[in-house]
C-alpha cells in the first residue's frame, strides 16, 4: 500500500476505534496519483488487485480500459470500481452514460461519477441533478453502486448543499 493510503487508513481506524481489517472493508482501494493513474500497465493493475482482496477492501477502483481483465483477474473475490468522468466531469452527460454503461458491460459493480462542475459553477442544479439520475439509473438497472464526487474545492458552501433528490427506482 502506498504511503498515502496506509496514513489514510490509520487515521480513519483511529477515528472509528476499528482495527486496520474492519476500516478496509470500508475503503476502496485506488492507484494512489496521478501519474500512476496515466502511466498504469495491466502488472500495476494486478498488483493492485492482490492488495484489494489481501486486505480485504470494499472494492478496487481502476482506469475503464482494465475493469473487464481485472474482472476475470480478481475471480469475483473484490468488487471491480471505475471513475466516469474523471477529471473533472466535463464530459457531456450521454459520454457519461455510455461510459458508465460499457463498464458495466465489462463487470464493473461500483461507479464513481465527477459531476459536471462546470455546470454547478454556473448555477445550473438541474443539468447536474439530471446527469445523477441517469447515471443512477444505469447503475440500479444493473445492481450496481453509483457514489457521486463532489470536487468542492471548487465549490462554494452554498453549492455544496446541492439539494437532494431520491434517484432510486
Not at 100 to 108: E, H, I, S, V, W
Amino acid at each position: 500500500l502506498s504511503p498515502a493510503y496506509e496514513d489514510s487508513l490509520q487515521a480513519l481506524c483511529a477515528a472509528l476505534n476499528r482495527d486496520v481489517p474492519c476500516a478496509c472493508s470500508l475503503l476502496p482501494i485506488s492507484l494512489s496519483t496521478k501519474d500512476d493513474r496515466e502511466t498504469a500497465e495491466t502488472a500495476d493493475i494486478r498488483a493492485l488487485c492482490d492488495d484489494g482482496i489481501r486486505f480485504g477492501t470494499a472494492s478496487v477502483c481502476i482506469p475503464a480500459s482494465y475493469v473487464r481483465q481485472a474482472k476475470l483477474y480478481v475471480g469475483g473475490k473484490l468488487p471491480i470500481c471505475t471513475v466516469i468522468g474523471f477529471p473533472h466531469g466535463a464530459h457531456h452527460a450521454d459520454v457519461k452514460v455510455f461510459e458508465a454503461q460499457r463498464a458495466l458491460d465489462d463487470g464493473c459493480k461500483e461507479l464513481d461519477m465527477v459531476i459536471n462542475i462546470g455546470a454547478m459553477l454556473a448555477g445550473d442544479e438541474n443539468y447536474v441533478q439530471d446527469e445523477i439520475a441517469r447515471l443512477a439509473q444505469a447503475a440500479h438497472d444493473r445492481d450496481a453502486i453509483l457514489k457521486v464526487i463532489l470536487e468542492t474545492c471548487y465549490l462554494n458552501d452554498e453549492q455544496k448543499k446541492l439539494k437532494q433528490k431520491s434517484h432510486a427506482p
